[in-house]
């Protein structure tokens, strides 16, 4: 559950530790691992607004969190304007690093996606990209096991 919290594993280091490491159930493994990448997930959607208004007071946090909403909506408005929270879910699905609920609650706070809809878009990408990594992670110890 630790190591799904932690920003870099997330459930996608998470799982893999689960199964391989301490021989877990699979299906502990997932839910402990979803259990775990959700518990920062409410403290960030509510929180990162907050801190970055008080952070924007000072001149170099300004200019970071200018650069960041510029950058990220010329890149991505198009897509999160078009599939809005649906594209928030399958950004947070694919189980590839840089793309977990850490950072869908980043791209939920830069898009100006509300709580109420960020939430379950977040849960819902966690929770599919939480079978992708338990079928590959499983699939590749059953492979590894007959050779």
């Not at 999160?80 to 947070?92: Q, S």
């Not at 694919?94 to 850490?102: D, I, K």
């Amino acid at each position: 559950m630790i190591i799904g919290a932690l920003p870099v594993f997330e459930l996608r280091g998470a799982i893999p530790i689960a199964l391989g490491v301490y021989g877990m159930h699979p299906v502990s493994a997932f839910i402990f691992a979803v259990m775990g990448n959700m518990l920062p997930v409410i403290p960030l959607l509510l929180f990162l607004d907050p801190v970055s208004t008080y952070l924007r007071r000072y001149a170099i946090f300004e200019k970071f969190f200018s650069w960041l909403f510029g950058r990220t909506q010329r890149n991505h408005s198009e897509r999160f304007e078009k599939y809005g929270t649906l594209a928030l879910t399958l950004f947070v699905a694919v189980p590839l690093p840089v793309t977990g609920a850490w950072t869908g609650c980043a791209a939920a706070f830069v898009f100006g996606i509300k709580f109420r809809h960020s939430l379950p878009a977040i849960f819902s990408g966690v929770l599919i990209a939480g079978l992708i990594v338990s079928v590959v992670t499983l699939a590749g110890m059953g492979l590894l096991a007959i050779i």
